[in-house]
């Protein structure tokens, strides 16, 4: 299972471009994919977006872009990683159809094939789904459910994502929740001294 973040210069896979993409083999955490691209020629650009993720206008679309590649390079690279290594290739995420949407996005612009299908599991469901088996109620907030990275990492014992959002952390911190509440272990050596609440309450 590959888990991803990208970080993006707004929410429209159709107008935004990727900034980044970090991803993992759940399978072998060691292997890892992270690369940072400037923005499409014509894509549009977010301020919003660019709070969240601390990129800069001149990094991704002024002189300071150049030396970047192209979200074309990026996303050519990222393909190619996920059909060369891990052995399955489901995507997992925090908001998966984001992610994979903007995946397909540039992989059309790019002139290739996008290799992944919709199904796709989310961070935002297990936690849910697991604090129901638990007898607990999920939060809420306006109607909906508040369930985010942030909470889904509290709720596993693991601090919060340092700021501004890294596409490669943000995957780190994803595959840490997916691994504590499917498998009910803990992944990666980052967070091997946090104990996962629901069995340290069992000892």
């Not at 429209?12 to 890892?32: C, F, K, M, V, Y």
């Not at 923005?39 to 002189?63: H, K, Q």
């Not at 290739?89 to 992989?107: G, K, R, W, Y």
Request: hydrophobic share 40%; proline share 6%; net charge negative.
């Amino acid at each position: 299972m590959i888990v991803l973040d990208v970080e993006s210069s707004g929410l429209l896979p159709e107008r935004h471009s990727i900034l980044s993409l970090g991803a993992l083999d759940l399978d072998d955490p060691t292997n890892q994919f992270y690369e940072e691209c400037r923005i499409w020629d014509g894509a549009e650009i977010e301020d919003e977006a660019l709070a969240i993720n601390g990129f800069t206008r001149e990094e991704i679309e002024g002189e300071g872009s150049s030396a970047r590649q192209t979200e074309a390079e990026l996303i050519q690279k990222f393909v190619a990683w996920a059909l060369d290594r891990p052995k399955e290739h489901t995507l997992a995420a925090q908001n998966p159809s984001f992610d994979l949407e903007c995946v397909q996005a540039a992989c059309k612009r790019a002139g290739i094939e996008c290799p992944f299908a919709k199904r796709t599991l989310d961070v935002h469901t297990l936690v849910w789904a697991h604090m129901i088996r638990r007898g607990e109620v999920p939060p809420t907030k306006n109607g909906h459910s508040a369930i985010n990275l942030d909470f889904a990492l509290k709720y596993v014992g693991v601090p919060s994502e340092p700021k501004p959002h890294n596409a490669l952390t943000g995957a780190l911190c994803h595959a840490e929740v997916i691994a504590r509440i499917a498998y009910t272990k803990q992944l990666l050596p980052d967070f091997n001294t946090y104990p996962i609440p629901w069995e340290t309450s069992r000892s």
